[in-house]
Nanobody, 119 residues
Framework: QVQLVESGGGLVQPGGSLRLSCAPS????????MGWSRQAPGKQRELVAG???????NYADSVKGRFTISGHNANNTVYLQMNSLKSEDTAVYYC?????????????WGQGTQVTVSS
């Protein structure tokens, strides 16, 4: 079982910044992609940003230009730099890791870290 260790959540004022990080608890091979999703109270979980092993990235429209995802290859750690935070960014952020082993896909999730944007 793969455990993903997340850090960096917290309380920040509107317009502020936070940086989330996520890394597997042990060496992992055959990583296809890593990224972050979030879930706000009463809403469905949504993809925030992802990055593939080749460095291709994708973002939710709502965070483009404000959030930047990076990392992954060097030490299997992925970062989410969040700038110009808004109250609507308040949610629990979950790290995910997609792995393909012998043609079988696996998806692993972190426990989640709370991000609260409030004055």
């Amino acid at each position: 079982q793969v455990q993903l260790v997340e850090s960096g959540g917290g309380l920040v004022q509107p317009g502020g910044s936070l940086r989330l990080s996520c890394a597997p608890s042990r060496n992992i091979f055959s990583i296809n992609a890593m990224g972050w999703s979030r879930q706000a109270p009463g809403k469905q979980r949504e993809l925030v940003a992802g990055i593939t092993g080749r460095g291709s990235t994708n973002y939710a429209d709502s965070v483009k230009g404000r959030f930047t995802i990076s990392g992954h290859n060097a030490n299997n750690t992925v970062y989410l730099q969040m700038n110009s935070l808004k109250s609507e960014d308040t949610a629990v952020y979950y790290c995910f890791l997609k792995q393909v082993v012998a043609g079988v896909g696996y998806e692993h999730w972190g426990q989640g870290t709370q991000v609260t944007v409030s004055s």
